[in-house]
């Protein structure tokens, strides 16, 4: 009860103040330009903080280390390539970009081809990848609600999403910006301070939990221990062993000492095993058995390849055409303050993800359990109180919690914000009111997703968001800014294409999770195929169909591209919102000249 109040402590204090920064940063959000992109006069290092608050998902805090701790070195290619898609980003798109002076990327799309229909087709597309990317947030919350306390799973889902929505609610972008650049430090040190001390404690202390204890090279169990299940599992049995189960085994009701051999066993939900010191740790389907082959990458042959060169492409370019990244660049004065915004953005999110790997090495000496429940997401949240079984591990455990919550609300804010502006300006009118409607259907559609579809790994579910922004957005945004020969047709057809591959995968990934696991390595990591398939569409289509091209492409591309001049108008604010007397006033202004006298 004690370790309860302790982290329970920590999330309700991380809960309030972001609930008060939120307060904080709304007292001034009064106009459209404050909700969608707070006014676009964000500094580049605060903005930088926000963006890596934002970033740093589940997926990230969670995420990473449980993937480490199952799959070993293979697992390092999430990390380096949540942080790497930031140079793609700063090379080719985020200066680009902010000078176009949109508010939303279908805003950007019809600007720069001159379409409304593309405008729709992109609108779909980023309620989609927002929804997609928002589900795990809220599952994972609820997770680590109900791993610190032992309350009902949706609970956690439930109190992210209402902090969120009153945030927004009151102030959309402006009120999230001082929300999210104050909890990327204080993830940071949520992260580091705890993996600095069981670093150590591991570095000195008993070898506990599992480790190689004879030639097989078998991970195994080093104390008796009794665990539980959450979802239903397949796992995999490395040799003979005897063991107590209570629940289900190959969908035959169990309940007491059974042998399993050699071989595979699905378990049911909620099934609880007892094993005995010295008995060997069956692994997650697909998992590495041995401590040999989790030091070893590429142990799956050619399909292991795929999965990993996907992964890549999903990551790297996925990132330039996520829609809750690129809106915060939006809200730089100009495109030099997006450039270097991306920059410090690459600085933050390799120190922190130096500490969630670090862990989950720990994890697998002292977390073997985890690899049977397939619960390795919560690796980062049980080890403290599993290495150190005191005072020092409960505040440890604490301290881990809020940092856990923070990424939970931080990155869900931005989706929110992201999705809700989309929705407002495009299918509503456009006023704050049509902002804030938005944003509650968003966050109900979001939380009935997350209570209905089945929870997996984090970081996997969100790599299939990567995907889909890498088969849409990246090429759209790619070729929109660098070729002046894309259409609004073949953008149309790309989109469509690349994205509805990546969304049929999606589904059958789901199915297949209900009906046995079926479904092939490219269903769940399908980038290396849409990606170009995407790019080629665009492509070949485009020039089949170059009459469509917009009249004015060669000023729209003169605009993305020419340096920020000094004193420029660098948005669209005054234009879509301010009077014509005001919009000539302020380009007079920048010209040097008067302004034309209004006709009496």
Request: include cysteine; proline fraction near 6%.
């Amino acid at each position: 009860m004690t370790k309860d109040l302790w982290s329970l402590t920590g999330v309700v204090v991380v809960a309030v103040v972001t609930f008060l920064l939120g307060f904080v940063g709304s007292r001034r959000a009064n106009t459209t330009p404050d909700f969608l992109v707070a006014r676009r006069a964000v500094p580049s290092t605060r903005n930088a903080a926000a963006i890596s608050g934002e970033y740093l998902s589940a997926a990230s805090f969670l995420g990473v280390a449980g993937l480490v701790l199952k799959d070993g070195i293979d697992a390092l290619w999430y990390p380096i390539g949540f942080t790497a898609g930031y140079l793609a980003l700063m090379l080719f798109v985020a200066a680009p970009l902010r000078r176009s002076g949109a508010y939303t990327l279908p805003d950007f799309a019809e600007a720069r081809l001159g379409s409304a229909g593309l405008r729709h087709v992109c609108t779909f597309f980023v309620v989609c990848i927002g929804v997609l990317y928002l589900v795990p947030q809220l599952q994972s919350a609820g997770l680590t609600l109900n791993t610190i306390t032992g309350l009902p799973a949706w609970l956690g889902g439930a109190v992210v999403t209402a902090i969120v929505v009153i945030n927004v609610l009151g102030g959309g972008m402006r009120a999230i910006t001082l929300v999210q650049a104050f909890q990327y430090w204080g993830k940071l040190f949520a992260i580091a301070a705890p993996t600095f001390i069981l670093f150590t404690v591991f570095l000195t202390g008993p070898n506990t939990g599992a480790q190689r204890i004879d030639d097989t090279g078998l991970l195994r169990f080093t104390e008796d221990i009794t665990f539980t299940t959450g979802e239903p599992v397949r796992v995999l049995a490395p040799e003979a062993m005897n063991l107590q189960v209570d629940g289900v085994v190959n969908g035959t009701p169990v309940d007491g000492m059974v042998l399993w051999n050699k071989g595979s066993y699905a378990l049911g939900r909620e099934t609880t095993l007892s094993v005995k010191a010295g008995m060997a740790v069956p692994v997650v389907d697909g998992a590495p058995n041995t401590n040999e082959s989790w030091l070893k990458p590429q142990q799956d042959g050619l399909p292991g390849l795929f999965e990993t060169y996907s992964l890549i492409f999903a990551t790297f370019l996925g990132t330039m055409g996520l829609p809750h990244v690129l809106v915060r660049f939006y809200t730089n004065p100009d495109g030099t303050a997006a450039r270097r915004t991306a920059l410090h953005v690459l600085y933050l999110l390799g120190l922190f993800y130096i500490f969630p790997t670090v862990l989950g090495v720990v994890s697998r000496q002292f977390l073997p359990q985890l690899l049977v429940t397939g619960k390795t997401d919560a690796a980062v949240l049980m080890l403290p109180n599993t290495m150190m079984p005191n005072l020092g591990g409960q505040i440890l455990g604490a301290v881990v919690a809020a940092g856990a919550f923070a990424a939970f609300l931080s990155t869900s804010s931005g989706l929110v914000v992201s999705v809700a502006g989309v929705v407002s300006t495009d299918i509503l009118p456009g006023k704050v009111r049509d902002f804030r409607w938005a944003t509650v259907l968003t966050g109900a559609v979001a939380i009935g997703l997350a209570l209905v579809l089945p929870r997996g790994d984090a970081s996997l579910t969100v790599a299939m968001s990567f995907a889909l922004a890498a088969s849409t957005f990246c090429p759209m945004l790619v070729l929109g800014i660098w070729w002046r020969g894309l259409t609004w047709v073949g953008a149309v057809c790309g989109l469509v294409a690349g994205g509805g591959l990546v969304i049929l995968a999606q589904i059958t990934t789901v199915i297949s999770s209900y009906t046995g696991h079926w479904a092939p390595s490219v269903a769940s990591q399908p980038a290396l195929l849409t990606v170009p398939i995407a790019f080629a569409t665009m492509i070949v289509v485009s020039k089949g169909t170059s009459r469509r091209r917009p009249d004015d492409v060669n000023q729209i591309l003169l605009r993305l591209h020419a340096p920020d001049p000094l004193g420029f108008i660098r948005d669209r604010d005054v234009a879509r919102f301010g009077s014509a007397e005001e919009r000539a006033r302020l380009e007079a202004k920048h010209r040097g000249t008067s302004p034309p006298r209004p006709v009496a």
